[in-house]
């Protein structure tokens, strides 16, 4: 393992059903780079957690445990700092209110055919965005603190500006920047000239950028789009929505990078 490399590469698997418990760390491991440890209650976990924390990313935790019927392993589990994933048996309004009230990294139902998949590519795209900067535009500093939090719990690296021209320098400084989420009303340079200068530096491959606005401008969506950004989002947005379409950016741009890269080897190969 190279120095650059994190050292933290299980997941911790609380759920107190063994079979179940068992099937998802079988599932994580087979289609995974990562190995599991499972707790089957709120104390096992507190077990694993004193004694192997530093090698655990993220958390895949049943809400209702015997021993904890209130969430409180996924308070535990946050409470060491890791990216926790909430399974969760029912869909209520008052169960997905407290999940975000939570800042739960995602949940998924139990009783979704699709479980396993969820739970594969959400880990999967935690562990990738650690790695990714991502910077946050807005003259706002509320605004932008919101913003930066939902990305936090996406696990990027997050960085601010309070507007378009700040955002310049801080991309200077920080070549490396994969994502920008930028508002649109701002001093000095709103969101669209931010977003034309941008992409005269990089391509929509080479960094993603994401519009936002609560401007009622019913072509707001159009003229991001057209100045080269990869999405738009009308504020006030669901926080799921902002994390699902923000991660899809992001996958969306990595597939066509590798796939440029592919073709570029391919024709250098010829």
């Known amino acids: 393992?190279?120095?650059?490399?994190?050292?933290?590469?299980?997941?911790?698997?609380?759920?107190?059903s063994h079979v179940q418990a068992k099937i998802i760390c079988r599932h994580l491991e087979a289609m995974t780079t990562f190995r599991t440890v499972s707790a089957d209650s709120l104390q096992e976990a507190a077990r694993v957690l004193d004694t192997m924390r530093d090698e655990i990313f993220a958390a895949v935790v049943d809400l209702n445990l015997p021993d904890a019927p209130y969430g409180e392993a996924v308070d535990l589990v946050q409470g060491h700092g890791l990216a926790v994933i909430v399974l969760t048996a029912t869909f209520k309004d008052e169960v997905r209110d407290?999940?975000?009230?939570?800042?739960?990294?995602?949940?998924?139902?139990?009783?979704?055919?699709?479980?396993?998949?969820?739970?594969?590519?959400?880990?999967?795209?935690?562990?990738?965005?650690?790695?990714?900067?991502a910077l946050v535009v807005d003259d706002s500093r509320t605004a932008r603190g919101t913003v930066r939090n939902l990305l936090e719990i996406q696990n990027y690296q997050v960085l601010e500006a309070e507007n378009g021209r700040r955002a310049l320098e801080v991309l200077d400084a920080h070549p490396d920047i994969k994502l920008i989420v930028t508002d649109y009303e701002m001093p000095e340079m709103d969101g669209y000239e931010l977003t034309s200068e941008v992409r005269r530096r990089y391509k929509k491959q080479q960094l993603a950028i994401v519009g936002i606005s609560g401007a009622g401008e019913s072509a707001m969506t159009a003229k991001f789009l057209k100045h080269g950004a990869n999405d738009f989002l009308h504020k006030p947005f669901a926080a799921e929505e902002f994390s699902w379409r923000v991660n899809q950016t992001v996958e969306l741009v990595e597939i066509v990078c590798e796939l440029t890269e592919c073709h570029e080897q391919q024709a250098a190969g010829n």
Request: charged share 35%; proline share 2%; net charge negative.
């Open 1 to 16: 393992m190279s120095e650059t490399e994190p050292k933290a590469q299980k997941i911790l698997v609380v759920e107190d």
């Open 98 to 133: 407290a999940l975000l009230a939570r800042n739960v990294a995602d949940y998924v139902l139990k009783e979704s055919i699709v479980v396993l998949d969820d739970v594969e590519s959400k880990i999967e795209r935690l562990f990738k965005n650690q790695f990714i900067k």
